[in-house]
Nanobody
Framework: ARLVESGGGLVQPGGSLRLSCAAS????????IGWFHQAPGKEREGVSC????????YYSDSVKGRFTIIRDKDKSTVYLQMNSLKSEDTGVYYC??????????????????????WGEGTLVTVSS
C-alpha cells in the first residue's frame, strides 16, 4: 500500500497549482485523507482533510477560501487545488491516510490518532 504525491513546483505569488495524491494497494474510499504542509523549519500541520464516510471537509484558517480538496474515487486519487498562492504556502506537502471518521479530527489531532500511511511529499515553492 502506498500514496504518491505529485504536482508540486515553482509558482509565482497569486498563482495556482493542483496537487495529486494517488493511492495504490488499498481502497482509498475507506480512508479519510488529509493534506499536510511542512514549511521550512516548522512542524507539519494539517491544511485540508476529507472524510471517508460523508466526504465532509476541513480547511485550516490559513487556506480557507483558497484551497479545495477533491476526492475522485474512480481514480483512487485525492486532489488539492491551490489558488491565490502566497509565499507562506511554500514547503513540502504530504498526503496521509487514516481510519479517522471526521476530517477536522484528522487535520487537527493526527498526532494523537496516528496515521496509517504517508506519501513522500511534493515540494511547493511560491516565489517571484
Amino acid at each position: 500500500a502506498r500514496l504518491v504525491e505529485s504536482g508540486g513546483g515553482l509558482v509565482q505569488p497569486g498563482g495556482s497549482l493542483r496537487l495529486s495524491c494517488a493511492a495504490s494497494g488499498f481502497t482509498l474510499a475507506n480512508y479519510t485523507i488529509g493534506w499536510f504542509h511542512q514549511a521550512p523549519g516548522k512542524e507539519r500541520e494539517g491544511v485540508s482533510c476529507i472524510s471517508s464516510a460523508d466526504e465532509n471537509t476541513y480547511y485550516s484558517d490559513s487556506v480557507k477560501g483558497r484551497f479545495t480538496i477533491i476526492r475522485d474515487k474512480d481514480k483512487s486519487t485525492v486532489y488539492l487545488q491551490m489558488n491565490s498562492l502566497k509565499s507562506e504556502d511554500t514547503g513540502v506537502y504530504y498526503c496521509g491516510a487514516a481510519r479517522i471518521g471526521v476530517a477536522e479530527a484528522m487535520c487537527l489531532r493526527w498526532r494523537a490518532y496516528g496515521m496509517d500511511l504517508w506519501g513522500e511529499g511534493t515540494l511547493v515553492t511560491v516565489s517571484s
